[in-house]
């Protein structure tokens, strides 16, 4: 922020701040971390600051890195059409309306597809959000949880048995989906050990999330002690 006063140049620059997931941290009240289709797998810190923008304020619409080159264009003025293949929209109207509003976007729904085998202890699944919904499909057991995140932020109560048609919904949805952009899905490895992944050293568990964190602490310095 120092080099864009000190360049002049704040009146036309936007300053966007995001991450990755990065390493597993503790991601309380949600569930999950990287890795997985859990809340704590899928949310980001978002914040952007520019002259136009109210500072200070808090939007509650969902959005989506997608929604980036869709903005970016509209602040440039690009006036062609995106390529179909752009799911994102363009947040803009949102910036300048102090969060408020809806991103128009190709799609309604929001899904994120994780055909591997990694951290988390249910193995690969699906998700998808529409609204204040979303439904988890897990591909080893064929289950499907639904969680309700309006009220249930760290998708703790499953919702399917009692919303069946819900989750036939958003079941099919999804489905279309992966269909659609041909997407590809898990062999089942049932032997499969979550706490043994690419990225651990001997002697570590990783379970997700904020789990196994302090199990992982621990090892490390039981090793710079030179126990074993």
Do not use: A, D, I, M
């Given at each position: 922020m120092d080099a864009v006063d000190r360049l002049e140049v704040k009146d036309n620059t936007y300053i966007i701040y995001t991450t990755d997931h990065g390493t597993p941290g503790r991601n309380s009240p949600l569930s999950g971390g990287k890795g997985m289709v859990w809340e704590g797998g899928l949310r980001v810190p978002f914040i952007i600051a520019n002259p136009g923008i109210q500072p200070g304020v808090c939007s509650y619409v969902r959005v989506s890195a997608m929604d980036l080159l869709p903005t970016f264009a509209e602040w440039a003025g690009v006036k062609?059409?995106?390529?179909?293949?752009?799911e994102g929209g363009s947040l803009a109207s949102l910036l300048?309306?102090?969060?408020?509003?809806?991103?128009?976007?190709p799609r309604e729904e929001f899904v994120s597809h994780f055909p591997h085998y990694d951290k988390d202890p249910q193995g690969p699944a699906s998700a998808i959000i529409l609204g204040d919904y979303k439904l988890i499909r897990v591909y080893e057991t064929g289950e499907r949880k639904l969680f309700d995140l309006s009220e249930d932020l760290g998708e703790s109560d499953n919702l399917a048995k009692k919303m069946p048609g819900k989750v036939a919904e958003l079941d099919r949805r999804l489905t279309d989906y992966l269909e659609s952009v041909d997407a590809k899905f898990p062999t089942l490895n049932p032997n499969h050990d979550p706490n043994v992944t690419a990225g651990s050293l001997p002697g570590e568990t990783r379970r997700g999330g904020n789990r196994g964190s302090r199990e992982r602490r621990e090892n490390r310095e039981s090793r710079n002690r030179g126990e074993r």
């Open positions: 062609e059409e995106l390529p179909s293949l752009v300048k309306n102090k969060g408020q509003g809806s991103v128009n976007r």
